[in-house]
């Protein structure tokens, strides 16, 4: 039996991309509710009734010391084991620009205990707003990406960016050979927009389940988000975008899976 | 004494793997200023004073500062690579330092201890010498207005200490002075009163029997400000012409507070009530229902639907950010921010947009004293993008004037909308209220900044104000939105009764203002400090950012502490609303400091008469330092293919006209996710849009346009130019901007923003009074009320020219800023102004008659073209559509081709000659860079050519067709095909080229 699936986005001083998060999941059919991190930090065992998880983007604390570094600090210190229960029970994860840098420096993405991804400043130094053409990896894990990489409409292809530290790199080689290997890799940009090591824009672990990128999938809710639907003939309009699909795949994989604790 | 802890240093440095973008990027200017280096390195430094044992100091070092991909750290300092020159940059003593802040916060949080922080920045530059290092820093580096500079790794032994204020409380002899006497203290302390006013001052303390204290002085003084109180604009201007005047002949007859006189002069009574507000409470008087709270508060109010409305203001930050750009134009941002959330019970701010007024930057000689506009323009933009993109708002409007006049006062101006639920729309501050301060900390940032802004700027200013200058903190303001948001939208209903933010002069005008009509006791002693040392006269009027005042009924005390504890905001009891005889008291350690009447307080000011004597530039004389964009239209006279192909080129690359990408693509403008026309448009993401589309409300089709109009060069003094027939092209360039997204003409709010250079002198004073009656008759032909406005008067420089040793005065062209929000009530109807189709039509829409264009009539013509424009993107018979404004309707179109140009896209155009319906014999060829104000370009499909050409009212002149070519042809007869075409891509180098910083 279907049931309505309950998602958290998380939020802290400065994260702002907070309410299109929360609007993404519940377009999508969830029940969302928006906490407060130090709330949570109060709380943990609340994240137990939550299905689905998503850290929003924005300027988390000013990103003083590093985008996303102190509320990154704080999951590490105070709630990284109740994050890592919820992953092992099959939790679906979101992290989008600022959550994406979160979810890299507490490990969680690529998976494993140690960090070895961060994003970086952009290779020109600046920070970045812009439409970028996207291409998703047909070999990829990824949940939120299932079908993805049958696209071919170009106007499809396409997410926002906005950052000024999205630059992908990796602790090691082996670290990029084991991301293509499991599948972690989800989705490039079609050009050099950044200076990501391999054009990488997002990544998964090796569940699929956890999911971050640069691009801002909930800015893409609408196809009046696109950058030139005022050129798309209503045809090529019609349907969900690829943003919104993203969290229909996220809900629906949790809608039939057995209620959590 | 307790001993002071120890001082600890760490250094964290890009890995090699991560490289070092910032390092690159420091280079690459210091090369461009031609000082000679060989390689730049850049290190984060943090400077803690602390009881930090080897532990806690390791896990703050390893955990909290260094990223173990991206960074390496060293405590205390790495050594310099041989040859290589330090720059190490700290802030100064008591300027805010958002990021130590964060990381003292984050060390208590990981360790429990508490720890000064200071953060700072290292530079090490190969091959740079040490006259080459100080230029480096004064130019690139530091300001050092805020910043101090050292040349090797700084680590002092102690952080500097505040010490207690002398609280003593000090009266001010001013009973018994003379006018000269009166005159020096309003200069010394500086006050910037006017010797009428110390007077009026004086005569009050008379009747007292009292001499005033400091801060009845200084709280007169704020209130009192041309900041404040906009004294110029309220006043009442003796208004006459002279010789042989210049511009439309302005009807004087039946104007509201207008008294005319036989010698043909005119009196009118308070300008800005008989203008600008005048045709807005003549509209409303005549039905127009949408505009809900007018100049009253600190944003106007216009609905939105029946449950929504909006609220938009547009403030300007000149002054500090001539001084310190980057702080100014932030702390710009975050004062308009906080006038939308302080607006009835508040509002969430959900678009921001800028506009900057600078020197051309490729100025090569500057005035002493003043910042190179290049730098200036380039961290003003860096303010905006870091105060904005932190707040989660979207910055997605504005525009950049160049006119080398600019050159030692640049204009920076600031806008903010907001939206919020119409029935909370209006506040009511009740006695017994507390007095409430929410957020930031009290320091002695910004003092003076309210007396500052309403002075002229001279080569001194820097050394001499540098404390009004202030650096913002976007997190602090956040933090405050999202408690007072919550508070707002509480359970059991809005906890506060009203609230306003603290801008200019600080406690003293926001508590001033709030307890006008019921006064207010104060206890300054509560409000928190950043630092020990301040006076209490410093907290009064201390302008520290990111702090709001909210009136609470005291049964909501608690439950709005428990909100500011969860979202982690201070909030402070500084007091009551409400005294018994309506009066400001000011207390500190129980003791009374000032008191003021409400009365003197607000209504005491001195009103004079102002003198306006409107005659032509000869007899005025503005010194020029060159004007904007060049006319044109003398070189275009020549209809050869040659000769139109260099001027077109020549005007894409004006840095007026050339492409603003560099700067709209570093702000957020699609955060919040309901952007949904973007500044920059078409395939390729550079055509320049004319305004941008806000969906605020989902599930409502309606949008929100914002635009704005400039029209300098119309009323500039140098061109002989008329400031009544700016304010009414600027309005026009508002409007059309705004229809030509799909926004309602019958919905558009205005606001008026005027920078002026000094209006003691009646010529400028007549040439405000001129822009404020066009102001009066644009918005009552377009309907299109005013809803909000500031002014920002004696906007020049004065310095003593080295060489010559005379003292010479830049005034600013009369600058007005229009900026529209209009609503969109359909938004799958909006259109943008990239062409879409091979087969368009192409139309130009309005007068070509340059004699009509701006006669009488065209306050009739202009207005119904805007919504017959309106009307027909409301049936979708319009594909794109723009407006043409700099160098007239040929570049106009070469921006759509432009937009339009992208990958596989290759539309091009081709022009033809005059239609026949029309003008046949006229070489229409000679008026393509124009400038007339009123005109669109529209592109139709074929199959509603009809629609268009057999309109009644329509004026259209078919321009030629869209086509797949690539190219823009050009209609002469004379050359081949391919000598009259211009590729599409040559357009576009152009067009990006120069602003491509």
Known sequence: MSRTPRAIVIRTAGTNCDSEMVRGFSLAGAKTDLVHLDRLIAQPSILAEYDLVGFAGGFSYGDDCGAGRVKAVKIRERLIADLHAARDRGVPMIGACNGFQVLVQTGLLPGGEIQTAALASNARGRFIDEWVRVRYEPTSVCLWTAGFAEQRDENALMLPIAHGEGRFVVSSDRITHELEQQGQIVLRYQSDVNGSAGNIAGICDPTGRVFGLMPHPERFLSWQNHPYWTRLDPAERAGDTPGLRMFLNAVESVRHAPASA | MKPQAPVHRVEVHPSDRAGDPLGASVFRSARSLGIPCTSARTSRVYLFQA???????????????????????????????????????????????????????????????????????????????????????????????????????????????????????????????????????????????????????????????????????????????????????????????????????INWAGRPGVTAHPDGSVTIKNLLKSTVAAATHELIAGGLDWALSVFVDNAGVIALDEHWAINVKVETHNRPSAIEPYGGAATGVGGCIRDVIGTGLGAKPIANTDVFCVASPALTELPPGVLHPRRILSRVVDGVRDYGNRMGIPTVNGAVYFDDRYVGNPLVFCGCVGLLPRNKIKGRVNPGDRIIALGGRTGRDGIHGATFSSAELTHTHADEFAHAVQIGNAIEEKRVLDAILRARDAETGCLYSGLTDCGAGGFSSAIGEMGSKIGATVHLDRAPLKYDGLRYDEIWISESQERMILAVPAANIEALRAICKEEGVEMADLGEFGTPTREIILNFNNKEVGRLSCDFLHDGIPMPTREAIWCSPSTSSTPSRGTGLQPVSSSSSSSSSQDIRQTLLTLLAHPIIASKRWIVRQYDHEVQGNTIIKPLVGPGGIGPGDATVIQPIHGSKQGIAIACGLATPVGDPVLNGDPYLMAIAAVDECVRNLVCVGADPDRIAILDNFCWPSCDKPQNMASLVRAAVGCYDAAKAYRTPFVSGKDSLNNQFRYTDPDSGRQITIEIPPTLLISGVGIVPDVSKCVTMDLKRAGGMLYLIGDQRRSESRSESSLIEHPRTARLIARLIQDRVVRSAHDCSEGGWLVALAEMLIASSAGVSNLGASLQHGDPLHDRSRNWAAEMFAELPGRYIIEVDRTHERLVEDHPELRWTLLGLVDDSGGLRLPDDSAPASARTIPVAELRRAFLGTLDW
């Open chain 2, 51 to 249: 009881a930090f044992d080897p532990a806690s100091l390791e896990r703050v070092r390893s955990r909290l500062l260094t990223d173990p991909i991206l960074e390496e750290s060293t405590l205390g300092s790495r050594p310099a690579r041989p040859g290589d020159r330090i720059i190490e940059v700290h802030p100064l003593p008591g300027v805010m330092d958002p990021a130590a802040q964060t990381v003292r916060d984050a060390v208590r949080e990981l360790t429990g201890i508490e720890a000064r922080v200071i953060t700072g920045i290292r530079y090490d530059f190969g091959g740079l010498d040490r006259s080459n290092a100080e230029v480096l820093a004064r130019r690139l580096l530091a300001n050092g207005v805020i910043e101090q500079v050292h040349f090797e790794p700084w680590t002092p032994t102690e952080f500097p200490m505040a010490h207690p204020a002398d609280q003593t409380l000090r009266h001010v002899p001013i009973i018994h002075l003379g006018d000269d006497e009166l005159a020096s203290l309003s200069r010394k302390g500086h006050l910037f009163l006017s010797l009428q006013e110390m007077r009026a001052i004086q005569s009050h303390f008379r009747d007292r029997g009292r001499e005033p204290t400091d801060i009845e002085l200084e709280t007169l003084a704020q209130t009192w400000s041309e900041h404040c109180v906009h004294k110029t604009l309220k006043s009442t201007v003796r208004y006459r012409e002279e010789g042989a005047t210049l511009g439309a002949a």
